[in-house]
């Protein structure tokens, strides 16, 4: 009911945050066999962040002293936080491959999900204290289409929405968060080479301009000096790769799920340095190949 209920008007927008919450709870690629516990949702591993400095070179707000793995009190405070001549408008959540980048966005479109699902549970009240009952649309972005000519940002990501119009777009999502990912992704779609992906963020973050964009990539790809000259704030965020805490805890729920570890694995996982397991099994992928 709460599916029909969301799709009603909007089918493609929901199909897509769905497609994400669907991929937080369903069994990895090696493991799709019938009762598999080996998804996100049991293995997820909240992540640790450093954090950059905003476009103006002052120090973000969030106090650097707090945890860096507290990702909600994170969001709230750059969706939420009401600060005198708030201008921070676009987050950048940048990390490696393989490091969790659309895991994090499909942990998001999960607890989303559970919002209108009428429990007690966890789950809901996480997707309620990030999202205080607002509205998220996510992009892919590398399946937008810029194949017709002359077509502006806003209306590829439109076209890709199903929606209209940006008019029909801000009567129905006026309050929404775009989560846009994969950013470095559009270097490789076609037809957006005659500009650059920067212009083409600061083409949608005008269109949207009432909106808060989230916006993931892997590093190098955006040249983050382009936001300079902008009117608004950016805040910027960088994935860290597993320490060996982080790697323990991945283990531990990867054998909770009924799953064996051979020791000569395991013990070659947690002896690691950090510096020697860079690339190697300090990201989530490389655990679960591994």
């Not at 892919?140 to 289409?145: A, F, G, P, T």
Request: with cysteine.
């Amino acid at each position: 009911d709460v599916f029909v209920r969301k799709e009603i008007g909007k089918p493609n927008v929901q199909r897509i945050i769905d497609d994400y919450a669907n991929n937080y709870v369903s069994p990895l690629f090696l493991h799709k066999y019938e009762d598999s516990g080996i998804t996100l949702q049991n293995l997820y591993i909240n992540p640790s962040f450093s954090q950059a400095y905003a476009i103006d070179r002052q120090k973000c707000d969030f106090d650097e002293q707090d945890e860096n793995r507290n990702m909600i009190r994170f969001l709230c405070d750059f969706l939420w936080q009401k600060r005198k001549n708030d201008k921070e408008r676009i987050l950048f959540i940048e990390g490696d491959a393989a490091i969790g980048k659309t895991s994090l966005i499909s942990w998001l479109c999960y607890h989303y999900n559970q919002i209108d699902i009428e429990n007690d549970t966890k789950a809901r009240q996480i997707g309620q204290a990030i999202f205080m009952n607002r509205k998220i649309v996510c992009v892919r972005l590398r399946e937008l289409d810029f194949s017709t000519p002359g077509q502006s940002a806003v209306s590829v990501v439109l076209k890709y929405l199903e929606i209209d119009s940006l008019e029909s777009f801000n009567r129905q999502y006026a309050d929404a968060i775009l989560l846009l990912d994969g950013a470095d992704e559009l270097s490789m779609v076609s037809g957006i080479a005659s500009s650059s992906i920067e212009t083409f963020l600061l083409d949608l973050r005008k269109s949207f301009s009432n909106h808060k964009l989230i916006v993931t990539t892997r590093p190098k790809f955006l040249n983050m000096e382009a936001f300079n000259k902008a009117t608004f704030q950016i805040r910027h965020i960088v994935l860290n790769h597993f320490d060996k805490e982080m790697r323990q805890e991945w283990l531990e729920k990867y054998k909770a799920c009924g799953e064996t570890v051979p020791i000569s694995t395991e013990t070659y996982i947690l002896s690691l340095s950090d510096e020697m397991a860079s690339g190697v099994a300090d990201t989530p992928l490389a655990l679960y190949l591994l």
